[in-house]
């Protein structure tokens, strides 16, 4: 295997049930890159993560992860961190964090599994059943990182981490690609404490991806439209102030859904689950507020 280089060549790709995912995408990310995938809901962010972790098809000789083919070659070296992963239900059984990162290799790994215990601010007496979601997740972060990794994808992941956390997480991910040889691809709605941290940034729209490059180019684009223009407020970061403009472009450009509305039959149904209340009195309590 090749450095961690990321890339793709017209990448199209089609959901078994023929829905359009991706369309002609080509990218090329270098190795010690740290690219953020930035694009409204359902733009295609998770799709292109999950085939660039090699866990859907992609067309012959579209995607070249080190080089290779992540879904013929296996994911060697290869991490993705997404929903499937933070779903595992062994994280919320009675069970201590000890052991938890030694089933993932900590032992193998002593000065990474520390490391990461102290970045993620970890209490290793920690009972998993008995944590709150953000330090739950700090525990499966650290389970995920141990082993050195030479592609990273990591699917908004970060979300329960207080600021804090996450602003020592980020920088331990900045510097693992400053002294190993690591990528790392992050897709995230949250650009708080981001500033400075990307090298690459993606933009990706309807499936398509609007616009690509070194950050510092694409952030141009604010500083040529002024501050005046900014549809942020001017506390914003230029990355925040960017991600909204291209989120605002995406809409206009999208247009109202084809279906926004929900037909209405003139009928009244009862839905179960809802705690005893149907829709019927959920309709009645809304007309008495
Ligand atoms: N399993 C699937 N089968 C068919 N279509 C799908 C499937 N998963 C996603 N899609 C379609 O692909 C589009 C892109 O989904 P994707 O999960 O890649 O978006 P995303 O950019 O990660 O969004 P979010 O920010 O909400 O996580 C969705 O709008 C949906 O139409």
Redo the contacts with the bound molecule.
């Keep these: 295997m090749g450095p961690p280089s990321i890339a793709t060549t017209a990448l199209t790709y089609t959901?078994?049930?023929h829905?359009q995912?991706l369309t002609d995408i080509t990218l090329s990310l270098p190795a010690r890159s740290r690219t953020l995938l930035i694009?409204?809901?359902?733009?295609?962010?998770?799709?292109?993560l999950r085939l660039l972790a090699g866990k859907r098809l992609a067309p012959a000789g579209t995607i070249a992860v080190s080089g290779v083919d992540p879904f013929q070659h296996g994911l060697r070296g290869v991490t993705y961190l997404g929903l499937e992963w933070v779903l595992n239900a062994i994280v919320r059984t009675d069970v201590g964090v000890a052991e938890l990162l030694r089933s993932v290799g900590g032992d193998a790994f002593p000065a990474r599994r520390d490391e990461l215990v102290r970045v993620l601010d970890i209490d290793t007496a920690w009972r998993m059943h008995a944590v709150s979601d953000g330090e739950r997740r700090r525990v499966q972060l650290a389970m995920g990182l141990i082993r050195p990794w030479s592609v990273l994808l990591l699917d908004?992941i970060t979300v329960d981490l207080d600021v804090w956390s996450r602003a020592q997480f980020l920088g331990w991910l900045r510097r693992e690609t400053e002294i190993r040889e690591c990528t790392v691809v992050y897709?995230t709605?949250v650009l708080d404490n981001l500033a400075g941290w990307p090298t690459h940034l993606v933009h990706?729209h309807l499936?398509t991806v609007k616009g690509w490059g070194p950050a510092d180019e694409m952030l141009k684009e604010v500083d040529e439209a002024g501050e005046e223009a900014w549809v942020g407020s001017p506390g914003n970061s230029k990355l925040g102030e960017l991600a909204l403009r291209w989120l605002r472009d995406d809409l206009k450009e999208r247009g109202p859904r084809s279906q926004n509305k929900i037909p209405s039959e003139g009928r009244t149904y009862t839905v179960s689950g809802l705690g005893g209340y149907g829709l019927e009195s959920m309709a009645a309590m809304e007309e008495e507020r």
């Design positions: 959901f078994p049930n829905q995912g694009g409204a809901n359902g733009a295609g962010k998770t799709t292109l908004e897709a709605h990706m499936g």
